[in-house]
C-alpha cells in the first residue's frame, strides 16, 4: 500500500515549524488514542500512522532527508519503526508527549492513571558506507551488507535470563519502573519520580542470568542485511534501515541501520546532478568534414552524428540518456562536450597542407565568429 505524504497524515504545510510539527502530532494522537477508541482498528492504524510521521518530521535529519528525496530517503522502511511498530515502540519513543494529554500508556507503558511506566532499551543506531557504481544508481541495486554489531543473544533469546524466564518482580519499585521520593521542604513536601535504580526502570530483575551474554542479551556478532537502495541516488544521501541497528539489552527496540551512499568515479562520465557529462575529442578532419563517432553511455555504446563544420566546445544532449530522479519517472540527459584534438607535433607534409588551407579564407575566422560560438555553445547547454 502506497504512503501517505507525512505532511498530510499531520496536516500541515512543508514549511511548518518543529513546534507546529509536534503540536499537531499531539492533536491527532489526541483525536486517534487507543483509550478513547477502545477497539477501533482504524483509529489505531491512525494513530500509528501518526506517530510514523512525526518519528520523521520531527526529528531534523529524517525531514531533511524525506523533503529531498520522499519515502525512498528513508530507506526500504518509512521511519525508524518499519512495517512492525507496536504501541508500546509509540510510548517508548514519544511518552513525554503523551504525559500531560490526560491519557496512559498501553501494555503497561508510558502511563500517567496509576499505570506503570516501564523503561524500553533502545539499541545504538550503526552507519554504513556503501560504494555505487553509475550504472547501479541508474538502476536501482539490492545490495547485501555484512555488519559488525550487537545481536540479540541466542542461548536467552535476547532475554539475559539464563532459562528465558528466570525473572522477578524488582522489590525496588514494585514493578513499576519508577521510585517516587518525598522531600520535606521550607516550603513543605515535595515529591519527585525517577527511574529506579535497582532495576533500571523495567520493572523486574534476572534471577538466573545468561552465562553467554551475562544478562545482557546481547553479543557481539555478525549479520548480513539485504538493503534496497533505489535508483537516482545521489553521493551524501543516508537511507535509513530500520531495526537493524545494534540489538537492545534484554529484548528492547532496536537501533536502526543508517546507509550512507558513496559514488564510484566512472572512467569516461562525470555526473551532475542527473544529468551526465562526456568530453569527445574528434579530429579537425572530422569537425570539418562531419563523422559518425562512437560515445560511452550507462547501458553501452551508442554512435552520434558531428555534423560539417561542428566548432569546439559544442554541446550535444542526449535526451534520457542521464539519471533517474529519486521518486521520479523522469530522467536526465547525457552532454556531449566536443573537443577538436590538434596535434602538437606536425610533419613537413603536414605543415605544407595546413598552410597551404591557411590561406584560403574559408579557413579564417569572421571577427563576430568567436563571440557566436559562445553564446551559440551556452544555447546549446541550455536547451
Known amino acids: 500500500m502506497t504512503k501517505r505524504d507525512y505532511y498530510e497524515v499531520l496536516e500541515v504545510s512543508k514549511g511548518a515549524s518543529a513546534e507546529e510539527i509536534k503540536k499537531a502530532y499531539r492533536k491527532q494522537a489526541l483525536k486517534f488514542h487507543p483509550d478513547r477508541n477502545p477497539g477501533n482498528k ?50 517508548s519513543h514519544f ?23 516501564r523503561q524500553v532499551n533502545k539499541g545504538s543506531n550503526l552507519r554504513v558506507k556503501v560504494k555505487l557504481s553509475l550504472e547501479e544508481i541508474e538502476k536501482g541495486v539490492d545490495k547485501k ?9 541466542k542461548d536467552c533469546a535476547g532475554t539475559g535470563a ?30 519527585t519520580t525517577q527511574t529506579c535504580p535497582a532495576c533500571s526502570g523495567e520493572g523486574q530483575v534476572i534471577t538466573k542470568k545468561c552465562n553467554t551474554c551475562s544478562g545482557e542479551g546481547v553479543m557481539r556478532g555478525e549479520e548480513v542485511i539485504s538493503v534496497k537502495i533505489p535508483q537516482g541516488v545521489a553521493e551524501g544521501m543516508q537511507l535509513n534501515v530500520s531495526g537493524k541497528g545494534n540489538a537492545a539489552r534484554r529484548g528492547g527496540v532496536n537501533g ?14 562525470v555526473r551532475d546532478g542527473n544529468d551526465l557529462l562526456y568530453n569527445l575529442y574528434v579530429s579537425v578532419a572530422q569537425a570539418a568534414l562531419g563523422a559518425q563517432v562512437e560515445i560511452p553511455t550507462l547501458d553501452g555504446k551508442v554512435k552520434i552524428k558531428i555534423e560539417q563544420g561542428t566548432q569546439p566546445g559544442k554541446i550535444l544532449r542526449l535526451r534520457g540518456k542521464g ?37 584560403s579564407e574559408n579557413f579564417k575566422p569572421s571577427p563576430d565568429t568567436r563571440e557566436r560560438s559562445f553564446f551559440n555553445r551556452m544555447k546549446d547547454y541550455f536547451e
Open 42 to 91: 482504524e483509529a489505531e492504524e491512525k494513530f500509528k500512522e501518526a506517530a510514523e510521521a512525526y518519528e520523521v518530521l520531527g526529528d531534523p535529519q529524517k525531514k531533511s532527508r524525506y523533503d529531498q528525496f520522499g519515502h525512498a530517503g528513508l530507506g526500504g522502511s518509512a521511519g525508524g519503526f518499519s512495517g512492525g511498530m507496536t504501541m508500546e515502540d509509540i510510548f
Open 95 to 117: 511518552g513525554d508527549i503523551f504525559s500531560d494529554m490526560g491519557f496512559g500508556g498501553f501494555g503497561g507503558f508510558g502511563s500517567t492513571r496509576g499505570r506503570s511506566y
Open 145 to 153: 551488507l555484512k555488519v559488525s554489531k550487537y545481536i540479540s543473544c
Open 162 to 191: 539464563r532459562d528465558g524466564s528466570a525473572f522477578s518482580t524488582c522489590s525496588t519499585c514494585h514493578g513499576s519502573g519508577q521510585v517516587t521520593r518525598i522531600t520535606n521542604t521550607f516550603l513543605g513536601q515535595m515529591s
Open 256 to 269: 536502526d541501520l543508517i546507509v550512507v551512499i558513496e559514488e564510484k568515479e566512472h572512467p569516461d562520465l
Open 323 to 359: 539519471l533517474p530522479e529519486v521518486n521520479s519517472y523522469g530522467k536526465g540527459d547525457l552532454l556531449v562536450n566536443i573537443n577538436v584534438w590538434i596535434p602538437k607535433i606536425l610533419s613537413r607534409e603536414e605543415k605544407r597542407l595546413l598552410e597551404k588551407l591557411d590561406e
